[in-house]
Structure formats: C-alpha cells, structure tokens
C-alpha cells in the first residue's frame, strides 16, 4: 500500500523560505516520478513542480525561480525549497507518485498535505 508523508509546512512572512518533505513507502521509489502540488480555499489543485526518476524537474511559471524539487532515492524521499515566498504561495502543499512522459501524471496516491501559509 502506497504511503505519502509531508511534513516542513508552517507559518511563515513574505520573503522566507519552507523547505517542504515527504517520505514514500510501499513503492519503489526510484521508478516513479514524484510531484508537489498545492491547493488554497476555493481553488482547483495545482502541479507546482515534478521530478523525473531521472531527476529532470518542471515548474509551474508561478514558482520558477523560487521553488526547487529534488529527491533522495536512498531516503525515499522528496524535496521542495521554497524561497522568496509570497502570501499567494499559500495553501495545502501535497505530494503524489506518478509518471512523467511529456507532462507530470499525477497516481491516485496522495499524501494528508502539510499547510503553509505566508504573511504578508
């Protein structure tokens, strides 16, 4: 049985940075490509960056620049650096296992999100 864990959220002003986490289990890691998502009060969910098993990464136009994804496959886990964060980088923050061939396909496995919330 998949299972994602996200942790890193918090509270935190205008300007700082989160470094966001979640540890995979019941996979194999290394043949998947992982995702970070987000979601806000009365928004659609939202790709904000994937990584290939390849390491290859993509961002949404929002977060280039600011945001960086990164894995460890040793540890089972994904990474997202968030800097420069902005009030409307707000949201439940959720990681998925999926598969990448030209865009990110996001399985039905999804971890509890972690919530980050930015001051303005």
């Known amino acids: 049985q998949v299972q994602l864990v996200e942790s890193g959220g918090g509270l935190v002003q205008a300007g700082g940075s989160l470094r966001l986490s979640c540890a995979a289990s019941g996979i194999t890691f290394e043949d998947y490509a992982m995702g970070w998502y987000r979601q806000a009060p009365g928004k659609q969910r939202e790709l904000v960056a994937a990584?290939?098993?390849?390491?290859?990464?993509n961002y949404a136009d929002s977060v280039k620049g600011r945001f960086t994804i990164s894995r460890d496959n040793a540890k089972r886990t994904v990474y997202l650096q968030m800097n420069s964060l902005k009030p409307e980088d707000t949201a439940v923050y959720f990681c998925?296992?999926?598969?990448?061939?030209?865009?990110?396909?996001?399985?039905?496995?999804w971890g509890q999100g972690t919530q980050v919330t930015v001051s303005s």
């Open positions: 998925n296992a999926g598969w990448y061939s030209n865009i990110y396909r996001p399985s039905d496995a």
């Open positions: 990584i290939t098993n390849g390491r290859n990464t």
